[in-house]
């Protein structure tokens, strides 16, 4: 069955330290990968999205997520976090009609 | 350019009543979602239109959810009778491309509580 697992319900990092999100898949085939972050209140807004090509993806708000085939992952980074960047964090995998299959959200609080 | 649209943004309801959800698309995007997240859960799909018709509906819970999206623009999902476990967050989304590769324009939301 097709599935998408973040591991880390919730994490908490220091503000302007290094950030890495955890995101595993279930995919027949290479999926069409996104991840989307939601703030308090808002809807969900596409941070980056891969199809093909390039593994290393580049996104808004200095983001970026790398696909490693081999380890059905699609981790997403980001080398210096921002207070504003506190938030819920959901990879999702795409089938081909474009409906989403989401994992569970990694929820982000950073620390001044 | 105008996002998607939802409400009621909150909506506190008695077990056994009727629910309405809106969903106001971005203009000229044919396909149009919609999502639910129960507390705790992820988020999953319920249904999709391609303008005014039902693509998939699989992920539908049961009859007492109706999608309707008249003329193809805005859509309703109502619930009726309203169930305790129908308390969540209802997404609306819409896209242009119906294929996998179009990202989804979310709207903020829909909180329905149901007591």
């Known amino acids: 069955a097709q599935s998408v697992t973040q591991p880390d319900i919730h994490i908490t990092v220091s503000e302007g330290a290094s950030l890495e999100l955890r995101c595993n898949y279930s995919?027949?085939?290479?999926?069409?990968l996104f991840w989307y972050v939601q703030s308090p209140g808002q809807g969900l807004q596409l941070l980056l999205k891969?199809?093909?090509?390039?593994?290393l993806v580049q996104g808004i708000k200095g983001f970026e997520a790398e696909f490693k085939r081999s380890q059905s992952s699609f981790n997403l980074r980001k080398p210096s976090v921002h207070w504003s960047d506190a938030a819920e964090y959901f990879c999702?995998?795409?089938?081909?009609?474009?409906?989403?299959?989401f994992g569970k959200g990694t929820k982000l609080s950073v620390k001044p | 350019e105008a996002g998607v649209t939802q409400f009621p943004s909150h909506s506190v309801i008695e077990k056994g009543q009727t629910v309405t959800l809106r969903c106001d698309p971005i203009?000229?995007?044919?396909?149009l979602y919609w999502y639910r997240r129960v507390m705790g859960k992820e988020i999953k799909f319920l249904l999709h239109?391609?303008?005014?018709?039902?693509?998939?509906e699989s992920g539908m819970p049961n009859n007492r959810f109706l999608a309707e999206r008249t003329g193809g623009t805005y859509s309703t999902l109502k619930v009726q009778p309203a169930e305790l476990e129908d308390s969540g967050v209802y997404f609306c989304?819409?896209?242009?491309?119906?294929?996998?590769?179009?990202?989804?324009?979310f709207g903020n939301g829909t909180r329905l509580t149901v007591t």
């Open positions: 995919y027949g085939a290479t999926p069409y």
């Open positions: 999702a995998v795409s089938r081909s009609q474009g409906n989403l299959i």
């Open positions: 239109f391609v303008k005014e018709s039902k693509q998939d």
């Open positions: 891969y199809f093909s090509g390039d593994t």
């Open positions: 989304a819409s896209s242009q491309d119906p294929g996998g590769r179009s990202p989804l324009h």
């Open positions: 203009s000229g995007h044919d396909n």
